[in-house]
């Protein structure tokens, strides 16, 4: 408990920050923009605490930004990568690319992202970058825009506070590795913008070869949520071996 009034605490020195830089005072002291910061700090320092197995060869992998951790012991030059939500930042895909010579299958809801990825791949025929939302079925897809400046990120689970919404097409993992011909997708990066609790429990990750599975885990499921889709991983063989801010997490297949 006392964690969570010190969470608490931090959630309205941010907002008070916030407000004396904004003229918009009132609406950015509201109780429901107060209690979303509080769930969401709550929520990242709980998770960031999850036990995790030692795991030989860890290495960090892309910018501060797009940075995520990797067994890199265990990744094979042969491997097909799927890195599912690239937003504006490919570094980590690259870096694959880069140290370990594998495929990377680069994804975004975001068609101005997809071309980003692209120009910023400069010709590398290792990468391919695609217009899809990862979803729990196919069919189009109703996503929410952020409302935060500088960013084009999108959602289909209500993470942003806007009411401006884009509607694109969406794909389930099982039809994008069809289409594209894929036998496995031995690597598995998926940042969805809070989809993950829809989508995870549709997903079959042994069946897609998933050998390592990386995941960023949003608040709007809160803890639990978090910790059954967390649970269910581990049921399916997957040992989470790192956790970086802000919740991103890898899993390793035993």
């Known amino acids: 408990m006392t964690e969570y009034l010190q969470a608490l605490e931090q959630g309205r020195h941010l907002l008070s920050q916030e407000a004396a830089m904004a003229p918009t005072l009132s609406k950015l002291m ?7 910061a509080v769930r969401r700090r709550w929520f990242e320092r709980t998770l960031e605490r999850t036990p995790l197995t030692p795991c030989a060869g860890l290495v960090g992998l892309g910018s501060d930004y797009g940075s995520w951790v990797a067994p890199g012991e265990a990744i094979e030059s042969s491997w097909t990568c799927y890195s599912v939500g690239a937003g504006g930042d490919i570094t980590f895909d690259l870096e694959l690319i880069r140290r370990y010579g594998v495929h990377v299958r680069s994804f975004d809801a975001v068609e101005g992202y997809v071309e980003d990825a692209r120009r910023e ?11 899809a939302a990862i979803a729990a079925a196919d069919g189009p897809i109703r996503m929410q825009v952020t409302q935060h400046p500088g960013s084009r990120s999108v959602s289909a689970a209500g993470l942003y506070d806007s009411e401006s919404y884009v509607e694109v097409p969406g794909r389930t993992l099982q039809t994008l590795r069809r289409e594209l011909g894929d036998e496995r997708i031995e690597l598995l990066k998926l940042d969805i913008e809070g989809s993950e609790y829809e989508v995870l429990p549709q997903v079959d990750l042994r069946d897609l070869g998933v050998r390592v599975f990386l995941a960023q885990f949003h608040h709007i499921g809160g803890v639990r949520g978090a910790r059954r889709l967390i649970a269910e991983l581990e049921s399916q063989g997957y040992r989470p071996v790192a956790c970086i801010p802000a919740v991103k997490m890898t899993f390793l297949r035993a």
């Open 121 to 131: 791949a400069d010709g590398e025929p290792r990468l391919s970058a695609h217009h």
């Open 30 to 36: 509201s109780p429901a923009k107060v209690s979303n």
